[in-house]
């Protein structure tokens, strides 16, 4: 049956090398059944029932990427979203969760219209690179302002907006040392580095008495607090368009550079740079975007932690399958989840924020037109606390530094329809 749905031996792999990988897969992304829903209950969404909503949104999409696909590649919902998800749409916007999910349900319906029509690549090819690296990095950057928000390093202050705050606190000290512990296992290659780094943090802070221990296994908390839960109608409102939008928008680049990523790593290309079964790949990632927001959790994405799965070997669906069904098991341990405090996973946030700055390296620094616009991006991101408005600020700068330096056959219409849609925006909604 296996050999039948996977094709095992057409890929040259087996039904051990397959669940290995899956496991690995798993290990290393593990870490958000914690990280989601304590990010997510700043939206005051409740966190047991978001850690049911974030195991089976995880396995729902693995389980597409699967049977449709046939890819070992795995999905979860995606870091960067839900913080934007909690601290500025719910947060900063003040919208109600209800609407949140709402917004991440219409952004997947558009997902798969545009994946279903040829609509995605000409979007995808339309965005300078340097843009493109720049979102990453500037996603990476907010999430390390939010992660030194967490442990308690970064605090406001009514002089100079922030400072730090008292770096002896016990908070603070374990942030750190679980922050460096994380990268010196991921450093040595160690399986789950970063949710061992979590876990060690958390049972330190048990031992010491600062942390109550809720248990480690139990019965899946109830997912019915957040299923279908989403206000379709409160996310018209048309101030929301940008959140949607935002949405949609990091999405598509998220899940396109992931999958590209992925399968050069695999040697799944063809000769000629195209994927096979692209199509059903599409379909997938856009399809567990919907479903994520279903079941109650923020945008469902494509992990690049699927690479270490596929290094050891993974090369069919069968991959994704395990991952999804680990994530099924991991719903039994709801009481470890909520004994894990905020400053054991902001270590885990800062370190994705680190791999994903990397993205800075990839601009045209030689090129001030391209290097400005990249710039702005990024630090728009966590100095206005929004991606979207990063998303903004690094259009309308882009095509207006390519319009004062005379530079317009560098402004695809695409590009140039968007920033003129973000002008106007702030001038009739502000």
């Known amino acids: 049956m296996l ?32 990280v989601n829903p304590d990010i997510l209950k700043a939206a005051g969404m409740p966190f047991g029932a978001v850690f049911a909503a974030t195991c089976v949104a995880a396995a729902i999409g693995c389980f597409l990427m699967a049977f449709l696909a046939n890819y070992p590649i795995a999905l979860a919902p995606g870091m960067g979203l839900n913080a934007y998800f909690a601290f500025t749409v719910v947060g900063g916007m003040k919208f109600s969760w209800q609407v949140a999910l709402g917004c991440v349900f219409l952004s997947g319906v558009l997902f798969f219209i545009i994946s279903v029509l040829p609509i995605r690549e000409w979007i995808v090819n339309a965005i300078p690179r340097s843009l493109k690296m720049a979102i990453a990095a500037g996603i990476g950057l907010f999430l390390a302002l939010i992660a030194l928000k967490n442990a308690g390093i970064v605090v406001d202050h009514p002089a100079t907006l922030l400072t730090h705050g008292d770096l002896t606190s016990f908070p603070v000290v374990m942030a750190t040392l679980g922050f460096v512990l994380i990268v010196a296992l991921e450093y040595r290659r160690i399986m789950g580095g970063v949710i061992i780094g979590i876990l060690v943090v958390t049972i330190v802070a048990i031992a010491v008495g600062k942390q109550k221990f809720a248990g480690i296994f139990a019965m899946p908390p109830s997912i019915a607090p957040v299923f279908l839960q989403m206000d379709l109608v409160g996310a018209f409102h048309v101030g929301l368009l940008t959140v949607v939008f935002a949405f949609l928008f990091v999405d598509l680049f998220d899940n396109t550079g992931t999958l590209i990523a992925l399968a050069h790593r695999g040697g799944f290309m063809r000769p000629d740079g195209t994927v096979p079964r692209l199509h059903r790949v599409l379909i997938a990632d856009s399809g567990a975007a919907m479903v994520g927001a279903a079941v109650g959790t923020s945008t469902t994405t494509s992990y690049i932690e699927s690479a270490s799965g596929i290094n050891a070997g993974g090369r069919t669906g ?21 004994s894990i405090p905020s400053y054991a996973t902001a270590p885990a946030l800062l370190y994705v924020s680190c791999l994903m700055a990397r993205g800075l390296t990839e601009i045209e620094w030689d090129d001030i037109t391209e290097a400005a616009p990249a710039v702005i991006t990024a630090l728009a991101m966590p100095f206005t606390f929004s991606i979207a408005e990063g998303i903004a600020f690094g259009f309308i700068s882009y095509a207006g530094i390519k319009v004062a330096t005379g530079r317009f056959g560098d402004i695809h219409p695409a590009v140039g329809i968007l920033a003129v849609l973000f002008v106007t925006k702030y001038v009739i909604i502000g």
Do not use: D, S
């Open 318 to 338: 069968l991959t994704a399958a395990v991952v999804g069904v680990l994530f099924l098991l991991a719903l039994f341990v709801a009481p470890l989840a909520g």
């Open 3 to 34: 050999e039948q749905l996977f094709k095992l031996g057409e890929n040259e792999t087996n039904v051990r090398t397959e669940v290995v990988a899956g496991l690995t897969t798993f290990l290393t992304m593990a870490y958000i059944i914690f």
